[in-house]
């Protein structure tokens, strides 16, 4: 079965600091992984995603994510994080056209 | 194209009162999708339809709930004899044969 875990569903950091994600997938079949982000009371924006080829995927607003196969991981950084940034964050797996299985969600607080 | 839209935003209904939520996807788009989203989770898959056909159902979608799409553009979600463990965020989604999927901003449904 496919299935996606995201470690800590609370990450604190201060702003200018390195913002790490983590989401680790179990798959039978290559798969398409997705990090959205979800301001509140709002529906999910699409930061990035990868499908194949490159294993670095870079996102908007300045979030990157690297695809790992021997690890089933794909965990999204930022170098330096805004305040703008706090949010919910969801990691997503699945194939192309097909319904989504998201993780419950790291949410990611961001001090002055 | 404005993107996904929704509605209502937010519905409050007395427990056996039906509901009827409407979502308008992305004009271009053939698929549409149905999650739903608790609070402290990550979207949980409903259904999906291409165009008009309804492809894939979840567990999730009691005989309760029934979803519609019946000219393959705006669909419809139903919930019928709601309950108080219905209260939740309902998502829809829309995308292309193989694209990636882009969300509406959601309806808020609390079960009184």
């Known amino acids: 079965a496919q299935s996606v875990t995201q470690l800590g569903s609370h990450v604190s950091v201060s702003e200018g600091a390195l913002v790490l994600l983590r989401c680790n997938y179990s798959s039978s079949v290559p798969p398409y992984l997705f990090w959205y982000v979800q301001y509140p009371n709002q529906g999910l924006q699409l930061l990035l995603k990868?499908?194949?080829?490159?294993?670095l995927v870079k996102g908007i607003n300045g979030f990157e994510a690297e695809f790992k196969k021997s690890e089933t991981s794909f965990h999204l950084t930022k170098p330096s994080a805004h305040m703008s940034d706090a949010a919910e964050y969801f990691c997503?797996?699945?194939?192309?056209?097909?319904?989504?299985?998201f993780g419950k969600g790291t949410t990611l607080s961001v001090s002055s | 194209d404005t993107g996904v839209s929704q509605d209502p935003r937010h519905k409050i209904t007395k427990r056996g009162q039906n509901v009827t939520f409407r979502c308008d996807p992305i004009s271009e788009h053939n698929r549409l999708y149905w999650y739903r989203q608790t609070l402290g989770q990550g979207p949980e898959f409903l259904t999906y339809f291409q165009n008009e056909a309804q492809l894939e159902k979840s567990r999730l979608l009691s005989d309760r709930f029934s979803a519609e799409r019946p000219k393959g553009s705006f669909s419809t979600l139903e919930i019928q004899r709601t309950e108080q463990g219905d209260s939740a965020m309902y998502l829809c989604?829309?995308?292309?044969?193989?694209?990636?999927?882009?969300f509406g901003p959601g309806t808020r449904l609390t079960v009184l």
């Open positions: 990868y499908t194949t080829g490159a294993t």
């Open positions: 989604a829309s995308s292309s044969q193989v694209g990636e999927q882009f």
């Open positions: 997503a797996l699945g194939q192309a056209g097909t319904a989504l299985i």
